[in-house]
């Protein structure tokens, strides 16, 4: 089982960027494809972005579309999520998470391996 850290997020303005950081340990990141989840206060938790396991191939959610990017480095076992222009309602704890196989998908239920999350606060 492949263990996850997230890293890199804080309080930000409106308009600003940020980077997250997933790291993995206990397995090569190599072998899975990672999503970006958030949970929001009250509200269910989201699929954000997701990549395939080589990188070729990403799939984001229409909300940060065009204003989030995500990367992986295998090398440094770590998947990225850079997020720019934020807006307050991206405010959220932002979860990375791992599954086995080739295609990145949007279904949570489809991920094993989940790190504990990270809070990102966007303040208007």
């Known amino acids: 089982q492949v263990q996850l850290v997230e890293s890199g997020g804080g309080l930000v303005q409106a308009g600003d960027s940020l980077r997250l950081s997933c790291t993995a340990s206990?397995?090569?990141?190599?072998?899975?494809?990672v999503g970006w989840f958030r949970q929001a206060p009250g509200k269910e938790r989201e699929f954000v972005a997701a990549?395939?396991?080589?990188?070729?191939?990403?799939d984001y959610a229409g909300s940060v579309k065009g204003r989030f990017a995500i990367s992986r480095d295998n090398g440094k076992n770590t998947v990225y999520l850079q997020m720019n222009s934020l807006k307050p309602e991206d405010t959220a704890v932002y979860y990375c998470?791992?599954?086995?196989?080739?295609?990145?998908?949007?279904?949570?239920?489809?991920?094993?391996?989940w790190g504990q999350g990270i809070q990102v606060t966007v303040s208007s």
């Open positions: 206990g397995r090569t990141i190599s072998s899975y494809v």
């Open positions: 990549i395939s396991r080589i990188g070729g191939s990403t």
């Open positions: 998470a791992a599954r086995n196989g080739l295609y990145a998908v949007q279904s949570g239920a489809d991920y094993s391996s």
